[in-house]
């Protein structure tokens, strides 16, 4: 257990350090661009697509938002989305369930005073019965779309949009691709549970780090064609609608059985900046949603890649976390050596060494696989800090590498845990709704009253304010 941990330790070291090569590239040409001249080039580092041939050419572009409630930092996230500097046709389509959602007025508030710079309008989808009230929101948004459209952008709130991100996008799409998209990158406000929502992205962020295809799949960002969905191809438009709970495992199992190419380019990378309040049972929360994606299918295939994952990710985590049990335990044991057998000193001093050895593998493979996280996060975040110049940059000064650790220790241990717990209720709780899977499909939805109440009180509220 204690080589198969190491080489994880390294394994991740190796992955991270890919990672920064690839983002470190682009970050790289960004700047030589901006040397020759281009001022731009956080939008586009070709000069030649800001010609007003190229301009006039671009195709329009649906995007679809499905939000719910707001939290500390969701109105700027909104903001960022919404001023875009794409330069071709463009549609915001901000889908809620009910004018009772808190959303709605806060929503419509940043839309008024934008009504000059965006074309936005909020769209009201009513509750969902058959799928998750995300999808049901994506899904209404997708049939308001602009007849026109060729390209649909799904955002999640948590995403803070960089200024070219729409063009970046827009300019690597292509018709053998399926699906372009990008991925996360969290500023912990300094908690243990944001630190173990950090913890757990980054690992995943490096199948996100290619610089091209993947087989990895974010639903925070997804441009996809809008006809893919005007002609339900795959049927997967009705696998989303009928049972569906996750729209990125379901988009990425239709991808993987019809062949269809999922790319994520270098520069679509976000802030994604953490809520002061994130308090342990938050993240529990959150965790809980993670794993219970695992849980949702919608064929035999798509199945047996979540049990595989389901297996391998626990086996990964409990073995992350083995290693620093064992040398635990060879001190303890070193220690009740030492006690119990009335100073025999060399019983004591084969335990301490043993337990030395131990440590001292562990710690030197700790130390590479942490050097190589700190050094992929700064890359990311000068990436981040070129491609929205606007924005007051983010320094990795106030990252707390101490609570790195101790957080990925405990998400690690805590995965496998979710995990099964996940698989034998077969139930979760998302934003107040209560989503039962039944064959991977959801075939009930829950929605208390007394939630529903309290949430028509707090959009009265708002509405007032």
């Known amino acids: 257990m204690l080589f ?29 661009a901006q040397r020759n001249g281009n001022s731009l080039a956080f939008l586009n580092v070709d000069v030649e697509s800001f010609e007003h041939g ?8 649906t995007v679809v938002m499905p939000v719910k409630g707001f939290g500390e930092h969701t109105i700027r996230n909104w903001r960022s989305q919404l001023i875009s500097l794409y330069g071709g046709p463009l549609e915001f389509i901000i889908v809620v369930e009910s004018m009772k959602d808190p959303a709605y007025a806060a929503i419509s508030k940043l ?46 709130d948590d995403v803070q949009l960089h200024p070219g991100t729409v063009g970046a996008l827009v300019d690597k799409m292509t018709p053998e691709i399926f699906v372009l998209t990008g991925y996360p990158f969290d500023i912990p406000s300094g908690s243990l549970g944001s630190y173990c929502i950090y913890e757990y992205h980054m690992p995943c962020s490096i199948g996100f780090a290619t610089g091209g295809r993947t087989f990895f799949l974010w639903g925070g960002c997804m441009m996809m064609h809008a006809e893919d969905f005007r002609q339900d191809r795959y049927n997967m438009v009705t696998g989303l609608q009928n049972g569906g709970y996750s729209d990125d495992m379901t988009l990425a199992a239709v991808a993987g059985a019809h062949h269809r190419v999922i790319s994520s380019p270098p520069v679509a990378v976000f802030f994604h900046p953490l809520s002061q309040n994130l308090s342990f049972s938050r993240y529990w929360n959150y965790l809980r949603k993670q794993t219970f ?34 040398v635990i335990a060879q001190l303890a044991v070193c220690l009740l050596s030492h006690s119990f057998t009335h100073g025999s000193f060399f019983l004591f001093y084969s335990y ?42 983010v320094s990795i000064k106030t990252y707390n590498w101490f609570m790195v650790f101790v957080a990925m220790v405990v998400d690690n241990f805590l995965y496998p845990v979710s995990a099964v717990y996940s698989h034998w209720s077969q ?8 989503y039962h899977l039944r064959h991977g499909k959801v075939y009930q939805v829950g929605r208390p009253i007394l939630s529903l109440c309290f949430l028509w009180l707090i959009g009265q509220s708002l509405l007032t304010d």
């Open 427 to 434: 139930f979760i709780d998302w934003a107040g709704v209560r």
């Open 4 to 32: 198969q941990g190491c080489v994880i330790y390294l394994a991740l070291a190796m992955g991270w350090a890919f990672a920064t090569m690839i983002r470190g590239r682009e970050l790289a040409k960004m700047k030589r």
């Open 54 to 61: 190229a301009q006039a050419m671009l195709p329009r572009v």
């Open 111 to 156: 839309i008024y005073e934008l009504k000059d710079d965006v074309l936005a309008k909020v769209l009201v989808a009513g509750l969902s019965a058959t799928c998750s009230q995300k999808i049901h929101n994506q899904l209404a948004g997708i049939s308001a779309m602009h007849k026109e459209s060729k390209y649909v952008l799904f955002l999640d």
């Open 352 to 393: 301490l060494l043993a337990g030395l050895v131990m440590a001292g593998i562990v710690a030197i493979c700790s130390v590479i696989e942490s050097l190589s996280l700190q050094r992929l996060s700064a890359v990311i975040i000068s990436l981040c800090n070129e491609l929205s110049p606007e924005k007051p940059p």
């Open 293 to 326: 994606v695992l849980e949702s299918y919608n064929s035999q295939v798509n199945w047996l890649m979540n049990r595989a994952l389901f297996f391998s990710h626990c086996w990964l985590s409990w073995s992350f976390v083995a290693p620093y049990v064992l």
